[in-house]
């Protein structure tokens, strides 16, 4: 999209490609969106039922999740070791 | 000893975070003792791999619900009976450590922010009770009652035939369809 992503163009542009894809509007039940403000909008222009994707609720419930006290020092530490082991500068040959 | 390599956790997904942490308690072993002979080397206590283990056992669940959905063939249906799931999974249980309850609670509180008023979203009802791995039992107890209010309010929509039987109604469909 070469314009601003306001809900009208979203709309415009969705409706172009429902058109192009020879599918038609009428067959379309649901809509599966983000819950981006512009998306709502755009879904709501186009006269067709949508919701939020399940598994983006989910995801951000889980980032809200990590960052608590405990499990965000764990997760960190987790990187900071994958990281050192990761960079080949430190890789030594240990043998077994 | 067995050669894995340490899964590099980055921002944008919290799953990449879930595989860090999987591949470090299995790697616990091999990078505590690296930590002796390699001077710049990360320590990683007994403790640290117990909360990691933890966590990862809370968040294991959720991972995967999150790989069975994003299945192309997976439905709309699903949502609903993952959701409830993935809300038993988060119960407190009384073992957990503080990190633990404060995990669990974080993640369902907002899970259940996002999902409010999902019962008004009559797709996700109908959608469930008409899936015949699912039906109106993978419903909350509440929710059974409404999915048969609208499903009743949808059939009565639909122009039923002179006697009024729904048998005859499908067997009409069904002839036009084949």
């Known amino acids: ?96 | 000893m067995k050669q894995l390599s340490l899964v590099q956790s980055v921002e944008t997904r919290w799953n990449s975070a879930y595989y860090c942490l999987e591949s470090i308690i299995q790697n616990s072993g091999a990078i505590r003792l690296a930590a002796v002979s390699i001077k710049k080397c990360p320590t990683l206590s007994e403790v640290d791999v117990e909360v990691m283990e933890r966590v990862v056992e809370v968040l294991r669940p959720v991972e995967r619900v999150s790989k069975l959905l994003e299945s192309r063939a997976e439905a709309i249906s699903s949502v609903l009976p993952a959701y409830h799931t993935l809300k038993r999974c988060l119960l407190r249980d009384e073992l957990d450590g503080d990190e633990v309850v404060e995990l669990k609670e974080a993640v369902r509180k907002g899970l259940d922010n996002r999902m409010v008023d999902y019962v008004k979203e009559k797709f996700l009802l109908l959608a469930t009770a008409l899936d015949p791995r699912y039906k109106l039992q993978a419903l909350a107890v509440d929710d059974r009652v409404m999915a048969r209010a609208m499903l009743q309010f949808e059939l009565s929509r639909e122009e039923l035939p002179q006697d009024g039987n729904l048998t005859s109604l499908l067997c009409s469909q069904s002839s036009i369809n084949y």
């Open chain 1, 1 to 96: 999209m070469n314009c601003a992503h306001t809900g009208e163009e979203i709309a415009a542009a969705i409706e172009r490609a429902i058109d192009e894809s020879g599918i038609g509007k009428d067959k379309v039940h649901l809509v599966i969106r983000d819950a981006a403000s512009s998306m709502k909008k755009a879904c709501r222009l186009m006269g067709v039922e949508s919701w939020d994707c399940f598994l983006h609720k989910v995801n951000l419930s889980v980032e809200e999740g990590v960052r608590v006290a405990g499990v965000s020092e764990a997760i960190s530490k987790a990187k900071s070791i994958a990281q050192f082991f990761n960079s080949s500068s430190h890789t030594v040959e240990v043998s077994t």
